[in-house]
């Protein structure tokens, strides 16, 4: 192996994390502008709680939350840990995925595909929506990504599209009809669609799957931890363990999708 591509290897993935740290962090803002109501781009970055503009060494990833002890400098209220949280998760995702693609044009879907599934998680977990304005977004960006960029075809991305949002559908009307109430939001028939459309239709049935089973550990945990305080019926959005079966997906899903199947 020549210096170029041993320097390639070394660079890459390192690069690569370093910018998905940068971008984890316009990430909080955008999660954090969005339950504000507040524009991303003015005011400058702040905290929260009393409007201090943040300096330039306030704002490095990880760092600052370290240095500042997670507490701002001016009024001293707690720095939550949804920052160094989302900063780490988006500088492993881009560390992942140029170990895995290296250079190319999966690696770019995927990165801005990551970022958004991220910022709509983080959302939902909070208050329970998926955001309109990133889901359609979504929807409309991942057509033009799969054909051209991705090299799938018309038939597997329409078909992932049309059959992910056509199954929740069904499922969230059927629910309703012997529940009474709603168990699948709109959103997630949006999200479905949108990682169907991006990443083909035979991904369902794996992107589902990893959905339901990590949905399925959350919420037992979950329910040993806050039945006391909350009753039995607990509500926990789906739209994060969608994003997590589809983030796997991108990563290695054919593989380990094949791994399963040949395990019968």
Avoid at 74 to 91: F, K, R, V
Avoid at 132 to 142: E, F, K, R
Avoid at 233 to 252: K, R
Wanted: net charge neutral; charged share 10%.
């Amino acid at each position: 192996m020549g210096n170029i591509e041993l320097n390639y290897l070394l660079f890459h993935p390192i690069f690569s994390g370093i910018l998905g740290l940068i971008l984890g962090s316009f990430y909080n803002v955008c999660i954090s502008r969005y339950l504000q109501n507040e524009s991303i781009i003015r005011p400058a970055s702040h905290c929260p709680k009393c409007g201090h503009s943040l300096s330039w060494w306030e704002n490095i990833p990880l760092f600052s939350f370290a240095l500042l002890k997670a507490r701002c400098r001016h009024c001293q209220a707690s720095i939550s840990w949804q920052y160094p949280l989302i900063e780490a998760t988006s500088g492993f995702w881009a560390l992942l995925l140029a170990l895995q693609y290296g250079l190319s044009w999966p690696w770019i879907v995927f990165m801005i595909f990551g970022g958004l599934l991220i910022i709509m998680s983080t959302i939902d977990l909070k208050i329970f929506i998926l955001p309109d304005l990133l889901t359609i977004s979504g929807i409309v960006i991942a057509i033009p990504s799969a054909i051209y960029l991705l090299d799938h075809t018309w038939t597997s991305t329409l078909l992932g599209g049309f059959l992910g949002a056509g199954s929740f559908l069904i499922l969230q009307k059927g629910y309703k009809i012997l529940k009474g109430i709603e168990g699948l939001g709109t959103g997630d028939i949006k999200l479905i669609s949108l990682l169907g459309l991006l990443l083909g239709w035979p991904s369902l049935p794996f992107i589902v799957f990893i959905g339901a089973i990590s949905g399925l550990i959350v919420s037992i945990i979950f329910f040993y931890t806050q039945i006391i305080k909350q009753g039995m019926q607990t509500a926990i959005p789906f739209g994060p363990f969608l994003s997590f079966g589809g983030m796997t997906y991108m990563l290695y899903g054919p593989e380990l999708w094949a791994l399963y199947i040949g395990g019968f």
